[in-house]
């Protein structure tokens, strides 16, 4: 049974009439609602389905975030996962989630002229506020990465009284930001584009040109943070990101406390400037 959406639904006739991309996006899978779509873009892609395929859905029952977290889909949003199947080692497959939070960032600074800002590692913010989250998994066979499934929920024109009320502070939508409604296929055919440019750095090995952009669309560094893994807490100065994708933070003591995932808060201090 179908569920009712109050609100349009994505025509995938719009979006393949105005994708310019190669591959990614040029299959769609689409639901008018899923559990996951990373669950979704997984079994599809233990099956064998071309590299670039999409999983789209105008709901999801049971999206996740980072660590387990439940994330919420409400209708009006954008639900995606992608399908790569990248030739690198697993040990760099970290490199995915940096090219997709660089790819929402630029998207919504060229088409919509907000000040979009990438929060370590994954987490896209305008205003200090969500308004994109990323989850990337993937499947290893021997030291390599036999497929990647990168997703992508973006708050597009979300109701933002759908969240609960401890979350309203935290989280945004494009719609919101623009105080208008926003097209989701051209948004998504602009992203799916800036998502393959990305992506194909990544597979001729020039990552460092992915990560200097994501360096220079983060206001992190400078800040007094708070990070939390599975370690404990760090407090100190975030004063960079290295070449792994590990937040690099500035204890007291004057050592570098190098931090390979966790949730990073800021700190209510003032910034001081890096030299």
Known sequence: M????KMKLIELEKIMEQLKTDFIGQ????????????????????????????VLAETQTQGRGRLG???????????LSVILRPK?????FYQLTFMAAVAVAKTIRRMFKLNAEIKWPNDVLVNDRKVCGILTESSVRGDAVDFAVIGIGVNANV?????????????TSLEAEVKGEVGRERFLCALLKELEN??????????????????????????????????GKVRGLAVG????????????????????????VKQKQQRRPLK
């Open 2 to 5: 179908g569920i009712v959406c």
């Open 27 to 54: 299959e769609i899978k689409y639901f008018a609602e899923a559990t996951s779509t990373n669950d979704v873009a997984k079994e599809l892609a233990a099956k064998g389905v071309k590299e670039g395929t999409i």
């Open 69 to 79: 977290r439940r994330w919420l889909s409400p209708e009006g949003g954008i639900w």
């Open 88 to 92: 690198i080692p697993a040990k760099d």
């Open 159 to 171: 109701d933002l009284a759908s969240f609960p009320k401890d979350l309203r502070s935290s989280v």
């Open 198 to 231: 990305y992506y194909t750095m990544i597979q001729q090995k020039k990552f460092e040109f992915v990560l200097e952009e994501w360096k220079s669309l983060t206001t992190l560094f400078g800040a007094h943070v708070e990070v939390t893994s599975f370690e």
């Open 241 to 264: 990101v290295n070449r792994n994708g590990g937040l690099e933070v500035l204890l007291k003591n004057g050592t570098i406390r190098k931090v390979l995932s966790g949730d990073v």
